[in-house]
């Protein structure tokens, strides 16, 4: 039999929480605006006092979904470690300076003339 996720049960027994009450106050004739202020008021109380133990199934769930017994995903780092390793670095300029030609001469740019 498949388990039904906490986040459902959670989320039912919420709804159910302010549902109820607002049928009650509506059919004992309250204003639709008062029952439904008096109903989220009774269902916030009712879910805060006796839902403690869904509501930390969902969030043991959330977390184990966010922070989980998951390995760290290191493939780059693996891969810059290995080229590292292997020396391969050194072929590659330390500064933009030793990216430059040195047998060209040094020439000083012109600024064009107005004409």
Known sequence: MKRIPP??????????TFAVPLA???LLNFEPWVATVLAAIIGLSVSYIFLRQPRERVAAELYDRRHGNRTPD??????EDHVTEAGSVSSFP????????????ASVSETPTEK
């Open 7 to 16: 986040v459902v049960t959670y989320t039912v027994l919420r709804l159910l």
């Open 24 to 26: 009650l106050l509506l």
């Open 74 to 79: 290191t493939q780059d780092e693996d891969a």
């Open 94 to 105: 330390a500064t933009p300076q030793e990216n430059t030609k040195t047998d060209a001469p």
